[in-house]
């Protein structure tokens, strides 16, 4: 089975881009997108319908910020899918989450907050640690009931000085805080495994994420903030990840994943 990340940065304009090429092309089993900015009418309107897919589009209704969705094949067996979490404290704001539940494991698509999405950088920060702690309370109690875990989009967190090309630069800027990368060190240290880690644990220059400004992407130069992570259960049925780095609709690119089930 073959996984795709993608935040889209706005999924009318990546529809001008060759978007149902790049579907065509890659073939993905399922498709993960953040950042769809769009109302569910202008998704229908400008991108709809996708050959063979069928698709989950978040709950609430912005077309100008956040938003996720899921694409998933015909053949793929959905058993249960959300897009309205409002058992659960914080998930249900912003539009961040989508979730597809197979035989298999549950597959959670997110965009973690980043530093607009509040006006006080302090009460920014806490909302965005304190997401993280309602992920890992809720990918746990998955796991312990005996589900695999894929959680994956855009993480807003750089977690590592190796996942950035200029970390002490970047010390004390978001996304890079101490505070930041020590939330994402705990989520892995409750049984998660970061899958490109798993494979290339020392790999340099790999990112998914480059500022407009700068020239930075034909540099080479900024963050790797999109992941695919895993309960450790599950890591064995990982083959392959790869960051799509020559795909250039987005200042962010695709990651794929490869999974044997």
């Given at each position: 089975?073959?996984?795709?990340?993608?935040?889209?940065n706005w999924?009318r304009a990546?529809?001008?881009?060759w978007?149902k090429?790049?579907i065509a092309?890659?073939?993905?089993?399922i498709?993960?997108?953040?950042?769809t900015?769009a109302?569910?009418a202008?998704f229908?309107?400008d991108v709809w319908?996708?050959?063979?897919?069928?698709?989950i589009?978040?709950?609430?209704?912005?077309?100008?910020?956040?938003?996720?969705a899921?694409?998933?094949?015909?053949?793929?067996?959905?058993l249960n899918?959300?897009?309205h979490f409002e058992?659960v404290?914080?998930?249900?704001t912003d539009?961040?989450?989508?979730e597809?539940?197979?035989?298999d494991?549950v597959?959670?698509?997110?965009?973690f907050?980043?530093?607009?999405?509040?006006?006080d950088?302090?009460?920014?920060?806490?909302y965005?640690?304190?997401?993280y702690n309602?992920i890992?309370d809720?990918?746990?109690?998955?796991?312990?009931?005996w589900?695999?875990v894929i959680i994956?989009?855009d993480?807003?967190?750089?977690?590592t000085?190796?996942?950035?090309a200029?970390?002490?630069e970047?010390?004390?800027s978001?996304w890079?805080?101490?505070v930041?990368r020590?939330k994402?060190?705990?989520?892995?240290?409750n049984?998660?495994i970061?899958t490109f880690r798993?494979?290339?644990?020392?790999k340099k220059?790999?990112?998914?994420?480059?500022?407009?400004?700068?020239?930075?992407r034909p540099?080479?130069v900024?963050w790797?903030?999109?992941?695919?992570?895993?309960?450790k259960?599950?890591?064995d049925?990982?083959e392959?990840?790869?960051y799509?780095t020559?795909?250039?609709w987005?200042?962010?690119c695709?990651v794929?994943?490869?999974?044997n089930y």
């Amino acid at each position: 089975m073959k996984i795709i990340t993608w935040n889209i940065n706005w999924i009318r304009a990546v529809a001008q881009k060759w978007f149902k090429e790049f579907i065509a092309l890659e073939s993905p089993d399922i498709l993960c997108i953040q950042e769809t900015k769009a109302f569910e009418a202008q998704f229908l309107k400008d991108v709809w319908p996708v050959e063979w897919y069928n698709y989950i589009w978040h709950a609430w209704i912005s077309a100008w910020y956040a938003g996720t969705a899921i694409f998933y094949k015909n053949s793929v067996e959905i058993l249960n899918w959300r897009n309205h979490f409002e058992d659960v404290e914080h998930f249900h704001t912003d539009w961040r989450i989508t979730e597809i539940k197979t035989r298999d494991f549950v597959l959670i698509n997110w965009y973690f907050p980043n530093w607009w999405t509040r006006a006080d950088w302090t009460e920014m920060l806490w909302y965005k640690l304190e997401f993280y702690n309602k992920i890992i309370d809720y990918a746990n109690k998955l796991v312990l009931s005996w589900e695999n875990v894929i959680i994956t989009g855009d993480f807003n967190i750089c977690h590592t000085e190796i996942d950035i090309a200029r970390p002490k630069e970047n010390e004390d800027s978001i996304w890079f805080l101490p505070v930041e990368r020590a939330k994402f060190w705990e989520m892995l240290s409750n049984g998660y495994i970061d899958t490109f880690r798993y494979f290339y644990p020392n790999k340099k220059d790999v990112y998914s994420w480059w500022s407009y400004r700068a020239w930075a992407r034909p540099r080479n130069v900024w963050w790797r903030l999109d992941y695919f992570v895993v309960n450790k259960s599950f890591v064995d049925k990982v083959e392959w990840i790869e960051y799509m780095t020559d795909v250039m609709w987005s200042d962010h690119c695709p990651v794929k994943l490869e999974i044997n089930y």
